[in-house]
T-cell receptor
Framework: GESVGLHLPTLSVQEGDNSIINCAYS??????FIWYKQESGKGPQFIID?????DKRQGQRVTVLLNKTVKHLSLQIAATQPGDSAVYFC???????????FGSGTRLLVRP | DADVTQTPRNRITKTGKRIMLECSQT?????MYWYRQDPGLGLRLIYY???????NKGEISDGYSVSRQAQAKFSLSLESAIPNQTALYFC???????????????FGPGTRLTVL
């Protein structure tokens, strides 16, 4: 089976509830952020992104919030569904670098 | 059809063997990347290529080499595999020419490599 995420922090939510996944990023010069979703046996899938000149961006059932003061990023999922169960990664672009820096991820478990 | 494909999807090999992992993309992107993923460690960059003539080392390039055979193909080689290279390997692509998006990366399905 899938071995990724054995030691990850886990968020367990009831189906239908809202989920909030948090991420602390490292570089104050980072100007672009992405959330990825990784389901078991699959590669990371782009969910939503946000630039540093914004503090909130909404997609379909997902919202990303950016707090540059404390270098914190969050992903909110509304009305969480079983299909949302996955590992979620935040990633940052540190300004002049062309390389994404990934967080270690959070596992989201949705209880039926 | 998937935009980013990786072969093989699973591979078991022995210490000392040479292994090649292949990545192909139909997205028309100029940038390609190889990552490895270990439990609890997220994704770590091995090599990246901004075009066919441009190859750069990532944070963990030791023990690996790459070849960018064409814009659409980027292969990763382990010249002499060792057990601590057992991991999930992902290829990714991004498009530097798309104004308004700073290199959003799109990932392949991954290769599970086990070195005995």
């Amino acid at each position: 089976g899938e071995s990724v995420g054995l030691h990850l922090p886990t968020l367990s939510v009831q189906e239908g509830d809202n989920s909030i996944i948090n991420c602390a990023y490292s570089n104050s010069a980072s100007d672009y952020f992405i959330w990825y979703k990784q389901e078991s046996g699959k590669g990371p899938q782009f969910i939503i992104d946000i630039r540093s000149n914004m503090d909130k961006r909404q997609g379909q059932r997902v919202t990303v919030l950016l707090n540059k003061t404390v270098k914190h990023l969050s992903l909110q999922i509304a009305a969480t569904q079983p299909g949302d169960s996955a590992v979620y990664f935040c990633a940052e672009y540190p300004g002049s670098s062309y390389k994404l820096i990934f967080g270690s991820g959070t596992r989201l478990l949705v209880r039926p | 059809d998937a935009d980013v494909t990786q072969t093989p999807r699973n591979r078991i090999t022995k210490t000392g063997k040479r292994i090649m992992l292949e990545c192909s993309q139909t997205k028309g992107h100029d940038r390609m990347y190889w990552y490895r993923q270990d439990p609890g460690l997220g994704l770590r960059l091995i090599y990246y290529s901004f075009d066919v003539k441009d190859i750069n080392k990532g944070e963990i390039s030791d023990g690996y080499s790459v070849s960018r055979q064409a814009q659409a193909k980027f292969s990763l080689s382990l010249e002499s595999a060792i057990p601590n290279q057992t991991a999930l390997y992902f290829c990714a692509t991004s498009d530097s020419s798309w104004t308004g998006s700073t290199d959003t990366q799109y990932f392949g399905p991954g290769t599970r490599l086990t070195v005995l």
